[in-house]
């Protein structure tokens, strides 16, 4: 009948670890064109999202608003404005206000340098599918305040293209 497994090795056997490794291939076997991707599997919320390895962008959505992004962008330049007028004196004064830990509210502000043509593709939901609230946020890598940069760093720049 086979052995009895343990409790912990049928997790194991169930549990699968995708990592990335490397630049996409493609090869012909036996008349069939097969292509490897190495890629990274993520959760958001109560979902898995697969996100393609750095310097790939992936697939692009025709509509994909990601609610919690856009909300989020939009109390990072409420906050700004309210910085601006001198309702708040800083970020630390703002978060103590809204009854915030400072470096979140630090953090959400960042999202205020973001470029144009970048706040434009996620309020209309035309941003990269891996381009999420905590890339945004600067947890996974800095944001860098070059817009260029920006572009190729969320994957708003076709390979092989200028940005």
């Not at 593709?121 to 947890?139: D, F, T």
Request: hydrophobic fraction near 35%.
């Amino acid at each position: 009948m086979g052995d009895p497994k343990t409790h912990g090795e049928k997790a194991a056997a169930r549990s699968v670890v995708i990592t990335p490794s490397g630049k996409s291939r493609q090869f012909e076997s036996g008349g069939r064109s097969v292509t490897f991707v190495p890629l990274s599997i993520k959760r958001r919320h109560r979902t898995k999202l697969i996100v393609p390895p750095d310097g790939e962008t992936g697939a692009k959505t025709t509509t994909s608003i990601d609610l919690p992004l856009v909300r989020t962008l939009g109390k990072a330049f409420y906050w700004e404005r309210l910085i601006e007028s001198g309702e708040v004196a800083n970020a630390t004064e703002l978060a103590r206000l809204f009854k915030l830990e400072a470096g979140w509210v630090s953090e959400v502000l960042r999202m205020t340098l973001l470029a144009p043509d970048i706040v434009r593709a996620i309020l209309e939901g035309r941003q990269p599918r891996h381009l999420n609230l905590h890339a945004v946020r600067g947890r996974q890598k800095e944001v860098p305040l070059n817009w260029q940069e920006q572009r190729r760093l969320f994957g708003f720049c076709s390979a092989g293209t200028r940005c």
